[in-house]
């Protein structure tokens, strides 16, 4: 009867060794696994060079999981380049779901934007992943795939992840923080080259970094907190799930974060044209966030079809990061990338057919 077991994707170098200790191979064939998988990103273990035929076949038939390939990488099922490179990737799972990762590059990164869940339950309304709900949270070599696929088709490494892509990193910490220990140990990246993005789930942040710190020894990561409004009754029209965790509340949790990890905040706020963008709500933002050492990363909306928000001027978004700055808050402007092929944040919705 065959084995069901954790696909090798994921596992790490001493857990690989042991692996081939138990099948009776040389503990060095751990370290031919863990180089095939994470150096050469191989797709099954005939791919991986010098390994015994008959221990490759045995691994094959016997360490399955859930019926998939014992590595557990993905189907790419569709692949959309935009004018500026970023390019969005939909992936096939084992159990026939479907999920988005994006990579975007610059002149000296490779930024992956990955996905934490297939769907999302906070239905943002700005936001097209949350419009079908929720299927599942990913585990660890679902999230490690998407990094390794971008390498893969982009044909270069990734210098940073941000897990904003599909679904809430809070609703699933384990695995989030699981593949972030991976992708440091494993594929060489720094933690803070990697950044988890949350809109806020109640009681999770302080959990987030009780389990950093037990997980991963220290927590440098940076954690980006969605605002999106300056006040409890707007967010609440913008992320339904804000009325069970009120804004006074959330800004607690980020204060005892920083005080357990010693980490600045990022807040990330999307620009709604005529809605959240005038002056005197840059204004109550920076009185919210005193006395925080934070950053605040403003964001043009990015059009989506179920919701008629409008997309701000240059001129509002240059107004309100004007605001801030004179109020002595950090701020910065980030550039939407892939909105010709629906790749930017907030458009992510694993779309097969054309769009």
């Given at each position: 009867?065959?084995?069901?077991?954790?696909?090798?994707?994921?596992?790490?170098?001493?857990?690989?060794?042991?692996?081939?200790?138990?099948?009776?191979?040389?503990?060095?064939?751990?370290?031919?696994?863990?180089?095939?998988?994470?150096?050469?990103?191989?797709?099954?273990?005939?791919?991986?060079?010098?390994?015994?035929?008959?221990?490759?076949?045995?691994?094959?038939?016997?360490?399955?999981?859930?019926?998939?390939?014992?590595?557990?990488?993905?189907?790419?099922?569709?692949?959309?380049?935009?004018?500026?490179g970023t390019t969005k990737l939909l992936l096939a799972t084992a159990d026939g779901l479907s999920l988005e990762t994006v990579g975007i590059p610059s002149?000296?990164?490779?930024?992956?934007?990955?996905?934490?869940?297939?769907?999302?339950?906070?239905?943002?309304?700005?936001?097209?992943?949350?419009?079908?709900?929720?299927?599942?949270?990913?585990?660890?070599?679902?999230?490690?795939?998407?990094?390794?696929?971008?390498?893969?088709?982009?044909?270069?490494?990734?210098?940073?992840?941000?897990?904003?892509?599909?679904?809430?990193?809070?609703?699933?910490?384990?695995?989030?923080?699981?593949?972030?220990?991976?992708?440091?140990?494993?594929?060489?990246?720094?933690?803070?080259?990697?950044?988890?993005?949350?809109?806020?789930?109640?009681?999770?942040?302080?959990?987030?970094?009780?389990?950093?710190?037990?997980?991963?020894?220290?927590?440098?990561?940076?954690?980006?907190?969605?605002?999106?409004?300056?006040?409890?009754?707007?967010?609440?029209?913008?992320?339904?799930?804000?009325?069970?965790?009120?804004?006074?509340?959330?800004?607690?949790?980020?204060?005892?974060?920083?005080?357990?990890?010693?980490?600045r905040i990022s807040f990330e706020y999307i620009l709604l044209g005529g809605l959240n963008d005038h002056p005197r709500q840059a204004a109550a933002l920076?009185?919210?966030?005193?006395?925080?050492?934070?950053?605040?990363?403003?964001?043009?909306?990015?059009?989506?079809?179920?919701?008629?928000?409008?997309?701000?001027?240059?001129?509002?978004?240059?107004?309100?990061?004007?605001?801030?700055?004179?109020?002595?808050?950090?701020?910065?402007?980030?550039?939407?990338?892939?909105?010709?092929?629906?790749?930017?944040?907030?458009?992510?919705?694993?779309?097969?057919?054309?769009?």
């Amino acid at each position: 009867m065959a084995l069901s077991r954790a696909p090798l994707l994921g596992q790490g170098l001493g857990a690989l060794e042991t692996l081939a200790v138990e099948q009776g191979q040389p503990r060095y064939r751990g370290r031919q696994l863990h180089d095939g998988i994470y150096a050469k990103g191989a797709r099954s273990v005939a791919e991986i060079k010098g390994l015994p035929r008959l221990w490759s076949e045995s691994l094959s038939q016997t360490f399955l999981a859930d019926g998939g390939e014992v590595i557990g990488r993905s189907t790419q099922l569709k692949c959309n380049v935009a004018r500026d490179g970023t390019t969005k990737l939909l992936l096939a799972t084992a159990d026939g779901l479907s999920l988005e990762t994006v990579g975007i590059p610059s002149r000296d990164r490779l930024t992956v934007c990955v996905s934490s869940q297939v769907g999302c339950p906070m239905g943002c309304r700005f936001c097209a992943t949350g419009k079908g709900g929720l299927q599942r949270s990913l585990e660890v070599h679902e999230i490690i795939d998407q990094v390794l696929t971008i390498r893969e088709v982009m044909g270069q490494r990734p210098s940073h992840v941000v897990f904003m892509g599909m679904g809430e990193p809070l609703l699933n910490t384990e695995a989030v923080l699981d593949a972030i220990g991976c992708l440091c140990t494993d594929l060489g990246m720094a933690q803070r080259q990697i950044t988890v993005s949350t809109v806020g789930v109640a009681s999770q942040l302080p959990n987030l970094a009780r389990l950093a710190i037990e997980r991963l020894g220290r927590a440098q990561f940076t954690l980006a907190v969605s605002l999106h409004a300056p006040d409890q009754q707007l967010r609440e029209t913008l992320i339904p799930t804000a009325h069970a965790y009120p804004i006074a509340e959330l800004l607690e949790d980020c204060r005892s974060y920083v005080a357990v990890t010693g980490r600045r905040i990022s807040f990330e706020y999307i620009l709604l044209g005529g809605l959240n963008d005038h002056p005197r709500q840059a204004a109550a933002l920076a009185q919210l966030l005193r006395g925080f050492q934070s950053h605040v990363n403003l964001i043009a909306y990015n059009p989506i079809d179920e919701e008629d928000f409008e997309r701000p001027s240059p001129e509002r978004v240059a107004a309100f990061k004007a605001a801030l700055e004179q109020r002595h808050v950090a701020v910065s402007v980030r550039a939407s990338r892939g909105l010709d092929e629906n790749a930017a944040c907030g458009q992510l919705r694993r779309r097969i057919g054309t769009e």
